[in-house]
């Protein structure tokens, strides 16, 4: 889940750049920063912390060069110290790496590297990578058989680059299920973790296999399979502009994000007829799985209610983390939709691997030439854009377009897709509203717990809350079905104890309203989310969200997420946190 990147530029002094590049990468991990750039000896800068608290203590770009290598961490070996910062390097100085993944038999490969007298300065499984190149480049192999040796000991994922001063000029890529691309700018190379990093620069894009290794020099990128093979690779042009991934005016990312939501529901709603051509395509489909973590399980969740509700066509949904164990049943009948925001988590892609020895596969995803896009049989793609802020927002909405777009075309239920296009009206009213959703957040901010309620489609919705909350405000937040609260959580609810309950109209109306009469029975203070004429609602609540009275239950868990998504942002930001930058959490987790 960390980020790297390297580059080789015609004209230009690579530090700054390199440094302006990982910035856009810090949604992947910000512990710590560094570069390193390549001279007589390895000129490295690097420290612990987010990038800008970095800063302030080492000049990060003041390195000499026009290539190098940089990496943002997301601590998995090693605390987050100076120290364990990347690159890394060998026993000389000669060699730097920097590494996303994990090197599973790091601790067997370290004590023979120490018995032979390698000298180690950090606590990372990163370090034996250098110190495995030097061993092979010792014994008179060039950089990139030192580096082939070194991935034929190493087990584990990784996404690698590689400089030393004994080829200056030249940076050595190689991924295996971590993500890296390259650019082929003019006369500019560059790899990273992902395109909005070097997108400024070029939007000529290659996108690397496992097992494939990239060579980058001043004639330009050199493409090679596992045997070595020079291989001829696509360049896939680019429509995301670099603005995409800018703050545009806004103090944040998330809360930009939040506002590009009816744009992100609107661009994904003419995915309708790709969807329409895999759904014509899918044969003999008796059951679907759903299969995601984190916010996309939510989706998927969604889903489940949707399916079943609309076609009555049995629906699970298995947390991807928990798919090796759970998902006997699949058979080639079975269609498993994978929703993915990155396309590269590696809980899903284990599942996504697995499915698909036995079952038809289709992901949802937002990121183009992403890993699930290549290993998925059919692909839906998200329109939201990049998304940079680590909690998911507007990708969860376009994800949930996607679901109600397959599940209107498999139903033939076309009324469903008028009714998805009104949805990019109703956010607009919330959004409209957003300073009455500050002023509630300011209220409740000290609150040390929360909880989240919802019946039937509300349900996911209430989830969804409670996790964009506990993930960037760091209150105790906690999702119900609203009939679940007498089963034992009830015996925690006090006199004051904030409650958002989500009441769409419709058939769980009623229902859903006696549960929140059960808490305000307890002295709870109730927040609700309501359809504006729901005059019951406004009386039982303290405060209340108000949403169009036209929206109908089926697609409410688009638009009423919206009002959750407010309240957990505005809260973070009077708290004093960063919203776009939770502590302990990355935006794409590539490690089980
Ligand atoms: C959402 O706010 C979280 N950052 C997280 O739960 C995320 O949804 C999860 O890690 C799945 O990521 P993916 O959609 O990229 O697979």
Aim: glycine share 8%; aromatic share 6%; net charge negative.
């Amino acid at each position: 889940m960390c980020g790297i990147v390297g580059c080789i530029l015609k004209d230009d002094e690579a530090a700054p750049v390199l440094l302006e590049c990982v910035k856009k990468l810090e949604y992947r991990g910000y512990d710590s920063v560094g570069i390193a750039t390549p001279s007589s000896k390895i000129n490295i800068r690097k420290d612990k912390g987010k990038i800008s608290e970095a800063e302030k203590n080492v000049k990060l770009s003041d390195l000499p060069g026009n290539m190098g290598i940089a990496h943002v961490r997301w601590a998995t070996h090693g605390i987050p110290t100076q120290k364990n910062a990347h690159p890394h390097t060998d026993c000389n100085g000669k060699i730097a790496v920097v590494h996303n993944g994990i090197i599973e038999n790091y601790k067997e490969l370290k004590n023979n590297l120490e018995s032979e007298g390698h000298i180690f300065k950090s606590d990372t499984d990163t370090e034996v990578i250098p110190h495995l190149i030097e061993k092979f480049m010792d014994q008179g192999f060039d950089l990139e058989i030192a580096v082939r040796k070194t991935l034929d000991m190493i087990n584990g994922s990784y996404a690698l680059a590689v400089i030393s001063t004994d080829e200056p000029g030249k940076i050595v890529g190689v991924r295996k299920e971590s993500p890296m691309i390259v650019g082929k700018g003019d006369g500019d190379y560059f790899l990273a973790s992902d395109v909005p990093a070097i997108l400024k620069h070029t939007n000529n894009i290659i996108y690397l296999e496992d097992g494939e290794m990239v060579i980058l020099d001043a004639d330009g990128v050199t493409v090679k399979n596992v045997l070595g093979e020079i291989i001829e690779k696509e360049i896939h042009i680019i429509e995301w502009t670099p603005d995409m991934a800018e703050k545009g005016g806004f103090d944040h990312f998330m809360i930009k994000e939040i506002h590009e939501q009816p744009d992100a529901v609107r661009d994904t709603l003419m995915e309708s007829s790709e969807i329409e051509k895999i759904v014509n395509n899918l044969g003999g489909i008796e059951r679907i799985c759903f299969v995601a973590c984190g916010t996309s399980y939510h989706a998927s969740l969604i889903g489940k209610y949707l399916f079943e509700s609309l076609m009555g066509l049995p629906t699970d949904v298995i947390l991807a983390s928990e798919f090796q164990y759970s998902s006997k049943a699949m058979d080639e009948k079975t269609l498993v939709i994978f929703i993915s925001q990155s396309g590269e988590t590696a809980d899903t892609l284990k599942a996504l691997r697995t499915a698909k020895k036995r079952s038809e596969t289709l992901v949802i995803v937002n990121v183009v030439g992403s890993t699930a896009t290549r290993e998925a049989k059919h692909v839906v793609f998200t329109r939201a854009g990049p998304e940079i802020g680590v909690a998911a927002t507007k990708t969860y909405v376009s994800q949930l377009t996607c679901v109600y777009l397959l599940a209107a075309h498999m139903s033939k239920r076309m009324d469903l897709v008028e009714e998805l296009h009104k949805i990019p009206k109703f956010m607009v009213e919330v959004l409209d509203n957003e300073d009455y959703i500050h002023r509630i957040a300011k209220k409740y901010k000290d609150a040390q717990d929360f909880f989240f309620i919802g019946r039937g489609f509300s349900y996911p919705t209430a989830l969804e809350g409670a996790l964009k909350l506990k993930e960037i405000t760091y209150i105790h937040g906690e999702g119900y079905a609203a009939g679940e609260l007498k089963h034992g959580p009830l015996a925690l609810i006090d006199d004051g104890v904030p409650v958002v309950a989500v009441v769409a109209p419709g058939n769980i109306h009623d229902k859903t309203l006696s549960n929140v009469e059960e808490v305000r029975a307890r002295g709870a203070h109730v927040i609700s989310v309501g359809s504006s004429d729901d005059e019951i609602l406004k009386s039982e609540s303290k405060d209340m969200m108000v949403m169009d009275s036209e929206i109908d239950e089926l697609i409410s868990p688009i638009p009423y997420i919206v009002p959750l998504q407010l309240l957990a942002y505005y809260i973070s930001v009077e708290k004093g946190i960063d919203p776009d930058k939770p502590k302990n959490l990355a935006k794409c987790v590539t490690v089980e």
